[in-house]
């Protein structure tokens, strides 16, 4: 069905997305369209494919809730990633079904708070831990050291500590370089794996790293049952619909897919608090001040998480104005109609919480830095998919609620003993996450 002309479809022609791409690159040129379309439905011409850019909330409404079924994962992205993640919690259908139900049940009620109780004495001793290798003062990697953090957490909830810390970051070393090696592949998700892309020996050699970790550390854990709140755990004690366990692939492809999520995205959104913290010295003092209240100079503890209300505030506008997942795509499984706008079968659509978090329809100033967007009152009167961090619909990110409470425990301990400034200019890429550009410099002074 050809697109028909109307009002309400804001085109980018070829001419302008190769100039905006010259000027700004593909972050920049995003920026462009948003600002000028303002939430409308866009159609971004690159040749023989024009997907849609679609960014209002009730168009997200549309596509991820009242019409959910119709627009799935297809082959921009997911074809790709599949070759790492597998068919399962980053997949569709009955695998996914499965995969989903089991991660569900650990990241959510008493698992959740188990895991909680973990998390807590692993962050205060990577945090001391930081503290005694800056004790002179120090200008650290923000990157390196938030993602050396998350790992120390993610050990004990994903694996029950069942492997050396040393073997966990290697772990995340190799799916660092597999998901960061797709983006060729997720760019021309048309072209035959026969044929050579940038990316490609990256990626099977990361992955060969990947499968001799994981597959044997399985394999032992299946023969050597037991029973634990770790993820890994519930894997091998849950099963499929039809109640055959998980086979070793299945399980180590949605830890790879979980990892990512755990690792990656929480490391790289701790970063950008530290980046966005820089120039608001106001909003420090009274973080800082909160975590001496909370925490009274001692360890973290999961209770804390509900005190640390300022601190969940800014982790949330950290959130807004740095979407990790800055584009989602979609596939249009059957003809549709979105705001009175044909949408054929087959094509492609890019979700972009990066560009709906910066619609002034919905964010005053939305380039200000703001966590009092996020008081009860005004989160209760915003549109729900006005903010998206974590997608929406049946895909919504399982470990939301893991994230923001291991986050803000991270946060809060570190400021209770260490004093920070960020002294460069932090340039987000557009990469398959949102990433700075070049490394981020964190000096770091202990406050004892």
């Known amino acids: 069905m050809p697109i028909r002309a109307d009002s309400r479809l804001h085109t980018v022609s ?30 971004v011409d690159l040749g023989a494919f024009r997907p849609f850019l679609v960014i209002h909330p009730d168009h997200l409404r549309h596509v991820l809730r009242d019409r959910g079924e119709n627009y799935r994962r297809g082959a921009m992205m997911w074809k790709p990633m599949s070759r790492l993640t597998g068919l399962g919690i980053a997949g569709e259908g009955p ?27 692993s962050i205060a001793g990577a945090v001391a831990d930081l503290e005694k290798r800056v004790a002179a003062g120090a200008t650290v990697d923000a990157l390196v050291e938030m993602t050396r953090i998350v790992l120390r957490i993610i050990n004990p909830v994903f694996f029950g500590s069942r492997i ?14 597999a ?10 998700p048309f072209v035959p794996l026969a044929v050579p892309l940038p990316g490609d020996r990256a990626f099977g050699r990361a992955t060969r790293t990947v499968d001799e970790i994981l597959l044997p550390l399985i394999r032992r854990a299946r023969h050597t049952p037991r ?30 897919a979980l990892f990512v999520a755990g690792s990656e995205s929480s490391a790289l959104t701790l970063t950008w608090l530290w980046v966005a913290l820089e120039s608001e010295p106001g909003i420090v003092a009274e973080l800082r001040r909160e975590a001496d209240e909370v ?56 979700l972009s919480p990066y560009l709906t978090h ?4 919905f964010w005053e100033q939305p380039l200000r830095f703001d966590p009092d967007r996020f008081t009860e009152e005004r989160v209760r009167d915003r549109h729900p998919l006005a903010y998206l961090p974590f997608g929406d ?13 291991e986050a803000a425990l991270v946060v809060a301990t570190m400021l209770s003993r260490l004093r920070f400034a960020v002294p460069g200019r932090a340039v987000p890429r557009a990469a398959v996450a949102l990433r700075p550009r070049d490394r981020v410099d964190l000096v770091l002074t202990p406050r004892r």
Do not use: N, Y
């Open 393 to 405: 619909g049946p895909h919504q990110c399982v470990g939301q609620s893991f994230f923001l409470q």
């Open 179 to 188: 998901f960061g090696s797709l983006l060729w592949r997720m760019a021309l």
């Open 14 to 43: 070829l001419w302008r997305v190769l100039g905006g791409l010259r000027e700004g690159g593909p972050l920049g040129l995003m920026e462009r369209t948003g600002r000028q379309a303002q939430g409308t439905l866009t159609r």
């Open 164 to 177: 050396p810390q040393a073997q966990c970051d290697r772990l995340a070393a190799a799916v660092t370089v």
């Open 95 to 121: 695998q996914w079904q499965a995969s989903r139900r089991l991660w569900c049940k650990a990241l959510s009620g008493r698992s959740a708070h188990t895991a909680a109780d973990t998390t807590a004495p």
């Open 295 to 350: 925490l009274r100079g001692g360890p973290p503890r999961r209770e804390h998480v509900r005190e640390l209300v300022l601190t969940r505030r800014v982790l949330a506008e950290v959130c807004r104005l740095h979407a990790v997942a800055w584009a989602v795509p979609r596939t249009a499984a059957a003809d549709d109609v979105i705001d009175g706008v044909s949408v054929p079968a087959g094509a492609t659509l890019v």
């Open 358 to 361: 910066r619609l002034p329809e």
């Open 227 to 256: 029973s634990g709140p770790d993820l890994m755990s519930l894997l091998l004690e849950g099963g499929r619909t039809d109640g055959r366990p998980l086979s070793d692939e299945h399980i180590a492809q949605d830890i790879v």
